[in-house]
């Protein structure tokens, strides 16, 4: 199978010598060029029945390299089971218009902030309101910033608890298949977005350079005001175990996974891609390598940059207490944290047989002695 470890290697070093990167995004591509080889440094696997012996190459853990998800999703999923509540979940979905992505690009850190902070308050702040609910909900909200045909699309994928605590310490659930207006949240997510953009004072570069003048900054806030923002809403999901299964879908999802690539020939990569406009319809699209790895890179976080939030309910301050309200309310069945070792927990999480050995096909591989970096 075609991975992108295999692009950045053939390409990388071309792109660089033509293009200016962020250390974030040379270190990106230097853990996913390096990720399972011998640069990292490796160890041997040997089977506890028959003595079989495995070298196995580290991986780099690099949030945005495809190979290393895996596991980090399922350790996730498995860590948020421990917060589910048994009531309806929806899916909420904010977006920004394109005339705003130049400005996150420019100032991401700044601006996917200000992102989560006016999605979380839209919701918390209409929640809160008697008219819509009248309590507090539990919000996990992700970061995405890239399309299918990995264009700069930054958007939030929102898991919100179909009802909440009210501030009677009961609880409250919400309509069965309504969660809150759309175009009312479209609207207060608008200008509370914008608010904020007003209190940074950034400062402009490059094409955005007219932007440092008030009069072409008020003229842009102006249009944004008038344009209608996209925010929708799903059905809500069966049960609160399909949620988490749900949102692991996105919550380590990188820009672009290897099962997407189909071929890369003569300076030219080849990838499936969803065209959500056209029905949704799977399309085949083909970058120059220069062009695929521009746009896989513009999807690189800033460090230390957390994409993963939790709100109301969720938020960690006295989260426990709050829980094990609401789970007492709502009747969910409580469940106790074991101590495991690391081979326990990934037994637990991937199966008994991840590491079955493959020669006598009964024993298992266990990590016998490390090798250094290369």
């Known amino acids: 199978m075609l991975e992108l470890q295999a692009i950045m290697r053939q390409y990388g070093a071309a792109y660089r010598l033509k293009h200016f990167l962020y250390i974030v995004q040379a270190k990106a591509m230097n853990a996913i060029i390096a990720c399972r080889t011998a640069v990292l440094g490796g160890h041997i696997d040997r089977c506890d029945e028959c003595g079989y012996e495995q070298h196995s190459y580290n991986s780099c853990r690099n949030r945005h390299c495809p190979k290393c998800q895996t596991f980090a ?5 498995d860590r948020q089971k ?18 705003l992505r130049p400005i996150f690009l420019q100032h991401q850190r700044t601006m996917y902030g200000l992102l989560f902070k006016a999605a979380s308050e839209t919701m918390l702040e209409l929640c809160s309101d008697k008219k819509y609910l009248g309590a507090k909900p539990g919000i996990t909200a992700v970061l995405h910033t890239w399309g299918q045909n990995l264009s700069y699309h930054p958007h939030l994928h929102c898991i919100v608890t179909g009802g909440g605590l009210t501030e009677l ?6 309509r069965k298949k309504f969660f809150l207006p ?24 490059g094409a955005l350079d007219h932007l440092n003048d008030k009069v072409n900054f008020g003229a842009l806030l102006k249009n944004l005001y008038h344009i209608e923002w996209i925010v929708y809403c799903k059905r809500p999901f069966g049960n609160a175990l ?29 990838f499936h891609w969803r065209d959500y406009n056209d029905g949704n319809k799977q399309k085949v ?11 896989f890179l513009i999807h690189i976080l800033p460090p230390g940059f957390r994409k993963i939030r939790h709100y109301g309910l969720f938020a960690s ?3 426990g207490k709050r829980l ?14 074991q101590r495991e070792s690391t081979l326990e927990r990934l037994i637990r999480i991937l199966g008994e047989d991840f590491n079955l050995c493959p020669r006598c096909l009964s024993g298992h591989l266990s990590r016998a002695s490390p090798y250094a970096r290369i």
């Open 169 to 174: 310490d009961t609880w409250k659930d919400s």
């Open 324 to 337: 094990t309200l609401c789970k007492r309310l709502t009747g969910t069945r409580f469940t106790v944290s």
């Open 317 to 319: 301050r006295d989260k």
């Open 182 to 205: 759309v175009k009312v949240l479209a609207k207060k997510f608008r200008g509370k977005l914008l608010y904020l953009l007003q209190q940074e004072k950034l400062q402009f570069g």
């Open 285 to 295: 699209m083909t970058l120059t390598a220069e062009e695929f790895i521009r746009r």
């Open 73 to 77: 999703k399922e350790d996730w999923i």
């Open 242 to 270: 399909k949620v988490i299964d749900y949102l692991g879908r996105y919550t380590h999802r990188v820009a672009i996974s290897n099962n997407r690539l189909i071929s890369i020939n003569d300076g030219q990569v080849t």
């Open 82 to 99: 421990q917060n589910l509540i048994n009531r309806r979940y929806f899916h909420v979905v904010f977006t920004v218009p394109a005339e």
